[in-house]
C-alpha cells in the first residue's frame, strides 16, 4: 500500500512540475495571414470591378471621390474603413506658392497660356496661386514653392527649402543664373546645376524622351500633350545659364550646348530650374513642369486617422497616363 501511495505522489508530483514549466516556456505559434490575404482579395475585386465598368477612370479623371467611396464601400465588407491615393499622374489642383511681389506673381502668370486651368487628356487641371513675403509662410495645402529670382535671400533659405522637400514639395525657380550663383550651394548641391562655360543661343527646344526611366521624360510628355509646337525662347543676358547639359536636362539650346531647364530630385521633394521664358512654348513648358514637380501623388479625397493594423495594397491602371490607386485598408473591429 505503502508503494502506491509513493508512486501516486510521484505522478502528483510530475504534474505539478510540469504544469509549472508551462509558465516559462511560451509555445511558438506563427500568425496567420488570411486576414490580411482576405482583405487584399476584397481590395482588388472591388477595383477590378469598378475598373472593369469604366467608372474608376472616370471617378479618378474628373476627381468624383464622393462617388468613387460610395461604390467602394458598397463593393467592401461592412467591417472596414480605407482612404485612397493616386499615384503617377498630377493632382487635379495644384496650389503653387510664390515667393515675390503679387505684381510679380501677376506678371509671370499672364504670360503663360491658360496659367489658371487647362485640359490635359480626360481631366481638367486647376493652377491656384498665392504671392507671399517668405517660405516659411507656405500653407499646408501648397505642393510647389516658386521663385522669380535668384537672390542672395535664396541661398539664405537653403535649410528650409532642404525642409520643404523633405516634406514631399516641389521647389522651382525661374531665373537666369551667373557662374557665382549656379555655385552658390545651393543650385549646385540641391538643383544638381553644374557651370559648363560655354553659352548657347536663344533659340531652344524640348527634348524628346523615350525612355521612361529618364527624370524629364514626364515633363517633356506633359508639355508635347499641350502643344505641337516647339520653338523655345530665352531670354538670355550676357554671361548666364552656362549649364551643362546631362541626363535631367528638360530643354537645351539649338547649339546642343546648354540647359534652360532642368529638373532634379531631392530627398522627398523635386525641383526644377528654369531660365527665363521669352515665349508661349517656353511658359507653356514652365507649367508642364509645375505637374510634375507637385510629386504626381495626391489622397484621393480625405485622408483619415489610421490604425495600427492598416493594410497598404496598390492596383494599377492602364489609362492613357498609368498610375496606381493605393488603397490604405484596416477594419474597424479586431
Given at each position: 500500500m505503502k508503494g502506491f501511495i509513493k508512486i501516486f505522489e510521484a505522478i502528483i508530483a510530475s504534474l505539478i512540475l510540469l504544469v509549472s514549466l508551462t509558465f516559462f516556456f511560451v509555445p511558438l505559434t506563427k500568425h496567420s495571414t488570411w486576414d490580411e490575404t482576405l482583405l487584399q482579395i476584397n481590395v482588388q475585386d472591388a477595383l477590378g470591378a469598378l475598373y472593369a465598368s469604366g467608372n474608376l477612370t472616370n471617378y479618378v479623371m474628373t476627381d468624383d471621390y464622393p462617388m468613387f467611396n460610395l461604390k467602394m464601400f458598397n463593393l467592401m465588407p461592412r467591417t472596414v474603413d480605407f482612404y485612397t491615393e493616386i499615384n503617377g499622374i498630377p493632382k487635379?489642383?495644384?496650389?503653387?506658392?510664390?515667393?515675390?511681389?503679387?505684381?510679380?506673381?501677376?506678371?509671370?502668370?499672364?504670360k503663360i497660356p491658360q496659367a489658371d486651368f487647362f485640359p490635359y487628356k480626360d481631366k481638367t487641371i486647376v493652377i491656384h496661386y498665392r504671392s507671399m513675403a517668405d517660405i516659411s509662410d507656405v500653407r499646408d495645402d501648397e505642393?510647389?514653392?516658386?521663385?522669380l529670382e535668384h537672390t542672395p535671400a535664396l541661398?539664405?533659405?537653403?535649410?528650409?527649402?532642404?525642409?520643404?522637400?523633405?516634406?514631399?514639395?516641389?521647389?522651382?525657380?525661374v531665373s537666369d543664373l551667373t557662374q557665382s550663383q549656379t555655385q552658390d550651394g545651393l543650385m549646385n548641391d540641391v538643383f544638381n546645376l553644374s557651370w559648363l562655360g560655354g553659352f548657347g543661343t536663344k533659340t531652344a527646344s524640348t527634348i524628346v524622351y523615350t525612355d521612361v526611366e529618364a527624370l524629364p521624360f514626364k515633363i517633356s510628355k506633359y508639355y508635347f500633350n499641350l502643344t505641337t509646337s516647339n520653338s523655345l525662347l530665352y531670354k538670355v543676358p550676357a554671361s548666364t545659364n552656362s549649364i551643362n547639359i546631362d541626363g535631367e536636362t528638360v530643354s537645351k539650346d539649338n547649339s546642343n550646348l546648354v540647359s534652360y531647364m532642368k529638373a532634379n530630385k531631392f530627398l522627398e521633394g523635386r525641383t526644377v530650374w528654369s531660365a527665363n521664358a521669352d515665349n508661349d512654348e517656353a511658359y507653356l513648358l514652365i507649367k508642364s513642369s509645375f505637374m510634375w514637380v507637385s510629386g504626381?501623388?495626391?489622397?484621393?479625397?480625405?485622408?483619415?486617422?489610421?490604425?495600427?493594423?492598416?493594410?497598404?495594397?496598390?492596383?494599377?491602371v492602364y489609362d492613357r497616363d498609368p498610375y496606381e490607386v493605393i488603397v490604405h485598408i484596416w477594419r474597424v473591429f479586431l
Open positions: 487635379p489642383t495644384l496650389h503653387v506658392a510664390c515667393i515675390c511681389a503679387a505684381a510679380e506673381l501677376s506678371a509671370f502668370k499672364s505642393d510647389i514653392i516658386l521663385y541661398f539664405a533659405q537653403k535649410d528650409m527649402i532642404i525642409d520643404q522637400l523633405r516634406k514631399g514639395r516641389g521647389i522651382v525657380v504626381e501623388r495626391y489622397v484621393f479625397g480625405d485622408k483619415k486617422l489610421t490604425p495600427p493594423n492598416v493594410k497598404t495594397f496598390k492596383f494599377v
